[in-house]
């Protein structure tokens, strides 16, 4: 079973930037897909980035796009998000998650959050205007 785990967050003014990391244990992660989805209080989760198994593929949600970057290291088993240009709209808790079964999503799955079965416990990020 994959255990997903999040780290890098905190608080940062707005301009700011963070880079947030996943790490596993019982499972390598090169061998899933990775998204990353967030969620604010009393606003319901939402996508953020996805990166493929090998990291061929990226796709981010319009919110972020330009301003946050996806990547991976197969090698350390570590998938990351590098923030930038951080806005307060951006403040949440960041997941980041995995599908039951190695390989990839289906890109028509990429944002839907019930297509990924394994997620971390979250990394809060909070960013002031």
């Known amino acids: 079973q994959v255990q997903l785990g999040e780290s890098g967050g905190g608080w940062v003014q707005a301009g700011g930037s963070l880079r947030l990391f996943c790490a596993a244990s019982?499972?390598?992660?090169?061998?899933?897909?990775v998204g990353w989805f967030r969620q604010a209080p009393g606003i319901e989760r939402e996508f953020v980035a996805y990166?493929?198994?090998?990291?061929?593929?990226?796709t981010y949600a319009d919110s972020v796009k330009g301003r946050f970057t996806i990547s991976r290291d197969n090698a350390k088993n570590a998938v990351y998000l590098q923030m930038s240009s951080l806005k307060p709209e951006d403040t949440a808790v960041y997941y980041c998650?995995?599908?039951?079964?190695?390989?990839?999503?289906?890109?028509?799955?990429?944002?839907?959050?019930?297509?990924?079965?394994?997620w971390g416990q979250g990394t809060q990020v909070t960013v002031s205007s």
């Open positions: 998650a995995a599908p039951y079964t190695p390989g990839n999503v289906p890109s028509t799955d990429y944002y839907r959050g019930e297509k990924y079965d394994y």
């Open positions: 019982g499972a390598t992660l090169s061998s899933y897909a």
């Open positions: 990166i493929s198994r090998r990291g061929l593929t990226t």
